[in-house]
């Protein structure tokens, strides 16, 4: 995956203009709030996901402008290619000159992988975000994984509009049947959710466990697990759908009172252990750190694993935090990727060779 040239205009803070990288090492430097991190994320919208800040689409359109447009000309999957995205109060999107129906449709068409400070969340807050990051992950992996998950959204909403009717106007035996039928519904497409998530973290696992050793000197040990009572070993997918569906019925009395869904993949998370403890409990900064970076540099050998060439890394506010040591180890792994550093001054990222270096103030490249 190379990224050739990206062209913007009503971007956040970002000037019109056209940038075109190199294929190695791209360094952006410049003072605080002046673009970089929004050049990163105009690049990463091309992946099919949301903002990796969290933004709603509109909150990425400029002040003074109306709307916002991107375009970018990539190489990927043997061939030139270009996209474009157009933000109003949602994004439209052209791939090839094609209209997509969704901005979801261009997963795995162009792969990356992202890194920000943001991401030290993953760890420190709550399993949403978890959830979200082996979610978006397999989806670029996946492509149809995104149908999965609209899917059983869907089934969900539904079950909880019909919980929420009849606490309104009262539980019937026609409530009961309704309810009974989403439950089967949702059992069935809760487990495809549960079973493509356990595979996926099967694959990420020994990957991170491996550049885990690495950063941390072999010191310690890295390990995921996928928290569910439908995660079992021996569970085949079926094992797994009447799991949800003897949760849901169990569930039933406590989603009345609550008027909501209270159990099922929705709910789900991913903990993360060091030597067999929780990272987030008593994992120190410097562990959780290295412990995310080593999750998203794994997220990035299984991409390259599957689909044969390396996704774009982007690598945001990242490696000023590192030590020398840690700095080398996490470049070894990326020195034949197109990457994406910012930093405040160039010189922390010296330390890798060639490429290109670009300055950024007030949202004019330089």
């Not at 000309?73 to 129906?101: C, H, K, M, W």
């Not at 072999?218 to 009572?229: A, F, I, K, N, Y």
């Not at 709910?267 to 562990?287: K, N």
Request: charged content about 20%; some cysteine; proline content about 4%.
């Amino acid at each position: 995956m190379i990224v050739r040239k990206l062209t913007f205009e009503g971007f956040r803070n970002l000037h019109p203009g056209t940038w075109e990288p190199d294929e190695g090492v791209n360094i952006l430097y410049g003072d605080n709030a002046q673009g970089k991190t929004n050049l990163l994320e105009a690049c990463w919208l091309f992946t099919g996901s949301r903002s990796f800040r969290g933004a709603r689409d509109r909150e990425m359109v400029g002040f003074t402008a109306d709307k916002a447009s991107l375009t970018m000309d990539f190489y990927a999957a043997g061939r030139e290619q270009s996209a474009t995205i157009t933000i109003d109060n949602r994004r439209q999107v052209t791939l090839n000159g094609v209209r997509l129906p969704s901005a979801a449709r261009l997963a795995g068409t162009f792969c990356g992988v992202v890194f920000s400070p943001a991401h030290l969340s993953l760890i420190k807050e709550g399993p949403e975000g978890r959830r979200r990051f082996i979610d978006a992950a397999y989806c670029q992996l996946r492509p149809g994984y995104v149908g999965t998950l609209a899917e059983y959204h869907k089934v969900l909403a539904q079950r909880n509009a019909t919980l929420r009717q009849a606490a309104d106007g009262g539980f019937t035996s026609q409530t009961e049947e309704l309810l009974s039928l989403w439950d089967t519904t949702l059992a069935a497409a809760g487990a495809r959710l549960t079973a493509a998530r356990q595979h996926y973290i099967g694959r990420l696992e020994p990957l991170a466990r491996e550049i885990y050793h690495g950063l941390s000197g072999g010191r310690e040990s890295l390990s995921l697990q996928l928290q569910s009572p439908a995660a079992q070993p021996a569970y085949s997918p079926a094992d797994m759908a009447r799991c949800w569906l003897t949760a849901l019925q169990g569930a039933r009395l406590a989603d009345r009172g609550a008027g909501f869904t209270t159990v099922g993949p929705h709910r789900e998370d991913v903990e993360i252990l060091l030597d067999g403890t929780p990272a987030r409990v008593y994992g120190s900064q410097g562990q959780q750190r290295s412990a995310v970076l080593a999750l998203k540099l794994a997220e990035a050998s299984l991409l390259q694993e599957v689909t044969g060439e390396p996704p774009v890394a982007f690598l945001d506010d990242v490696m000023s935090e590192l030590d020398v040591s840690r700095q080398d180890y996490i470049l070894n792994h990326i020195h034949r990727w197109q990457v994406f550093i910012t930093c405040c001054e160039p010189s922390s990222a010296l330390r890798m060779t060639g490429g290109k270096v670009f300055a950024i103030k007030e949202g004019k490249l330089g």
